[in-house]
């Protein structure tokens, strides 16, 4: 384990790594902004010879073109149909130096072709990258393709998670999919990279012996993802262009360059939002919530608090050499963070103070009034009976910029989605139509009997 470095992208809780060997570096799973390990590999004079792909992504965009086009790196991936020059990763596929060898194996059920990858020391097997096949607490999900192939899926990952108890217990195992994954399965927090020992204890779908159990655990885990997912496989599978190459947004205070664009307030004050605006806060999570109501070919204003622009500079986003400026460039954080899950239409972005505001009636525990509210928390999380929930809603945005009729008719004024960043965004939709106020303490029981 002390030639592999981890790294994590907090937006998506993706993991990705590099492997160091004595005179050159191998990358796995690396997203579209591959700044931190291009920059490590040149720190230390290393080439990064390899890309490993443990399956073509359904939540972001790779980042293998990026780092190819810094050192010529060779692109292995899955048995798929794709444009660029590669390697398949097949079983007969290996890397090796006098010290270590990698290899991969076959372990479907989270995509078709997914793969796994090896890592012998001394010809030991001392670590498995394990993509989105088995994680810390659970499995990668297999309803990302179809209704029709999650069956078949399902019995894919159990087979292929069956492969892993036959390793050692101190063997340690690299998801890409971590905590809080969309595409991760898991119930508790746990340590994103455990051993085979530990996943005994934690993964209860590790260990499951029954088909027919598995796939009913495994299937009643599931919760909703958001509506982007699958958008990234043209990316993946060739059809790419580098960040550099994106057309950078103008920072602008006419307002009269807005019409008909998407204007997404991202200020973090959830009492107030923009006018005819979404309500999207900037958070760990913010390009989630971006995909999961607007598409990657919507055009769009961003706003953001005035005090970001001071340190906002366009260069921060290709800025390799100077990793810490972007660190604390909110702005250019946030686009990143958009452009890795494929949404580059972003045209403007506008100082808050140029734009008009308007209060959100907001309820919390000490305002609580025995108020009935809309429960849109997920099936998975809510004992209500309400019928929309937050993923049916955004779905519908996504498709028709829109809600449901039925929804709008039904002169709902009262919404609560756990801590209210949902609720606010479906608020934020509904503004035009319906004045509504948002629970933000979760502690409160307001569910229908």
Known sequence: MNNILT??????????????????????????????????????????????????????????????????????VPNEKVTFDHVVADESFT??????????????????????????????????????????AGVGRTDLISEKDTPVLTKHQF???NLFLTFDDNVHILPTHGQGSFCSVSSKPLPDYPTIESLKIDNTLLTVESMK???????????????????????????????????????????????????????????????????????????????????????????????????????NLTSIDNLELLEHDEISKALVALYRIGFEQIVYLVPLSQLKKTKVSTVTKDTYNNEEFYDIRELNEKSSSEEFTFDTLSR??????????????????????????RAGLISSILAPEIETKILKDTSIDFSKK
């Open 159 to 161: 087979e292929s998670k």
């Open 7 to 76: 790294f994590k992208n907090i937006e998506n809780s993706n993991n990705y790594y590099l492997i160091e060997f004595e005179d050159s570096l191998v990358a796995v799973d690396p997203p579209r902004d591959a700044w931190r390990v291009i920059y490590y590999a040149e720190s230390i004079g290393k080439n990064i010879t390899h890309v490993l792909e443990t399956h073509i992504h359904n939540d972001y965009l790779t980042g293998a073109f990026e780092i190819k086009e810094r050192f010529q790196s060779t692109h292995v």
């Open 213 to 315: 159990e598995f796939e009913r655990q495994l299937l009643d885990s599931l919760g909703a993802y958001p509506t982007y997912f699958g958008t990234t496989n043209a990316f993946n599978t060739g059809e790419s262009r580098l960040i550099k190459d994106i057309k950078t947004p103008i920072v602008t205070t006419d307002l009269e360059l807005l019409k008909d664009l998407t204007i997404i307030d991202t200020s973090i004050d959830k009492d107030f939002r923009v006018e005819n605006s979404l309500k999207i806060p900037l958070s760990k999570t913010f390009s989630s919530y971006v995909g999961w109501v607007v598409s990657s070919e919507t055009s769009m204003a961003l706003v953001f608090e005035d005090s970001l622009f001071q340190q906002y500079n366009s260069e």
């Open 95 to 136: 890397i090796e130096s006098n010290q270590f060898k990698i290899s991969a194996f076959h372990t479907p059920g989270h995509t078709y072709t997914h793969v796994s990858y090896k890592l012998f020391e001394h010809n030991t097997l001392v670590a498995v990258f394990s993509g989105g096949s088995v994680t810390s």
């Open 396 to 421: 519908y945005y996504y498709q028709h910029k829109s809600l449901p009729n039925e929804f709008i008719k039904s002169n709902i004024s009262n919404l609560s989605c756990g801590s209210g960043y």
